[in-house]
Nanobody, 120 residues
Framework: QVQLVESGGGSVQAGGSLRLSCEASEYINYCMGWFRQAPGKERERVAAIYTGGETTYADSVKGRFAISKDNAKNTLYLQMNGLTPEDTAMYFC????????????????WGQGTQVTVSS
């Protein structure tokens, strides 16, 4: 059973930056992604990274967010710049796409989430 632990969330003013981390309990050689869910809204896939390093992003975060992975540390990152109040949500990392496609919403392993709050 893979364990995922997110960290790095917090409160920031609009225009600010945060870097989220997701530490895995073991080396993960398959898709990993970041998702978010705001109160009253459906969960949204923010970014995903393939085993070869290719990345995909939601249109709402393109050019502002960057997903990366440090295999030596078993850690996934999400660098978030230019934050807006619309980015306020609980952010989750996930691993192992059940469909085999990284741009899927169906992942097997999930972390507990880290809260990001952006004030105007």
């Amino acid at each position: 059973q893979v364990q995922l632990v997110e960290s790095g969330g917090g409160s920031v003013q609009a225009g600010g930056s945060l870097r989220l981390s997701c530490e895995a309990s073991e080396y993960i050689n398959y898709c990993m992604g970041w998702f978010r869910q705001a109160p009253g809204k459906e969960r949204e896939r923010v970014a995903a990274i393939y085993t070869g390093g290719e990345t995909t992003y939601a249109d709402s975060v393109k050019g502002r967010f960057a997903i990366s992975k440090d295999n030596a540390k078993n850690t996934l990152y999400l660098q978030m710049n230019g934050l807006t109040p619309e980015d306020t949500a609980m952010y989750f990392c996930a691993a192992y796409s059940l469909t085999g496609f990284c741009n899927s919403d169906r992942y097997k392993y999930w972390g507990q989430g880290t809260q990001v709050t952006v004030s105007s």
